[in-house]
């Protein structure tokens, strides 16, 4: 994992499409209901690199994984704005976001990027709120 100034980052320099993920642990099992991307946010680069094909991924032991959310042909986004992605409620330790299918943004590098992350827990059995993991970089 790689922290710079335009959020998390997969790894550099890598010429082919291949598949990256980032993993959060909670710390402990909640009811997990919705999880929130945002894309990069720098100016001139609004969305780049936020995957085009990807899953939202979640487990209680980090082996075992249940997908939750599959995205196909996903639009770059063009705004820093929140891309929501609301489950059914499910038991969960660890969220992972896994892109099978990345954005060719420099002409020759293919990466994931995410400015945040937001992950949200049930407070009741019908009104989701309440951020249970909130990841931002900032310098």
């Known amino acids: 994992m790689q922290y710079r100034t335009r959020g998390w980052s997969s790894s550099l320099g890598v010429t082919s499409n291949h598949t990256e993920s980032v993993t959060i642990d909670l710390g402990s099992a909640n009811i997990v209901s919705k999880v929130d991307l945002y894309p990069r946010n720098d100016s001139g680069q609004w969305g780049s690199f936020f995957p085009i094909n990807f899953t939202i991924q979640v487990s209680t032991s980090g082996t075992t994984w249940s997908t939750v959310a599959t995205q196909t042909n996903y639009p770059k986004p063009t705004s820093g704005g929140v891309q929501s992605f609301n489950i059914s409620p499910v038991n ?35 009104i989701p709120s309440g951020i249970i993991a909130f990841v931002r970089i900032e310098d």
């Open 92 to 126: 969960a330790r660890y969220v992972k976001v896994e892109g099978t299918n990345l954005r060719l943004e420099t002409g020759t590098e293919y990466m994931m990027q995410f400015a945040e992350l937001e992950i949200y827990k049930l407070t009741k059995a019908i």
